[in-house]
């Protein structure tokens, strides 16, 4: 069985930064490819970024390009989210994910390709 504990949320001015963790139980971290999801109030759960198990290709949402960075310490067995000039609408429930085996990039964004979830961390952009 997989844990995946999400950590790093809070509350952040307009502007600020944040860095999210995800530590990931078992021997097996390195062998898979992981995403970050978020869910704000009201809406539908909704893809971030996503990262190959070595980390050497990665993949963003168009909302999140360019001021967030995935990442991944096989060594520690933990994936980051570097979230920078954060807005408002970034507010949401942060959730960590591991993709089944074998899953294509084009299918990085989609929710059935994610086998395992952590309960989520929150993240709050003020105004």
């Known amino acids: 069985q997989v844990q995946l504990v999400e950590s790093g949320g809070g509350l952040v001015q307009a502007g600020g930064s944040l860095r999210l963790s995800c530590a990931a139980s078992g021997r097996t971290f390195s062998t898979y490819g992981m995403g970050w999801f978020r869910q704000a109030p009201g809406k539908e759960r909704e893809f971030v970024a996503a990262i190959s198990s070595s980390g050497g290709s990665t993949s963003y949402a168009d909302a999140v390009k360019g001021r967030f960075t995935i990442s991944r310490d096989n060594a520690k067995n933990t994936m980051y989210l570097q979230m920078n000039s954060l807005k408002p609408e970034d507010t949401a429930v942060y959730y960590c994910?591991?993709?089944?085996?074998?899953?294509?990039?084009?299918?990085?964004?989609?929710?059935?390709?994610?086998?395992?979830w952590g309960p989520g961390t929150q993240v709050t952009v003020s105004s």
């Open positions: 994910a591991r993709m089944f085996s074998f899953v294509g990039r084009s299918s990085w964004s989609r929710q059935g390709a994610y086998d395992y």
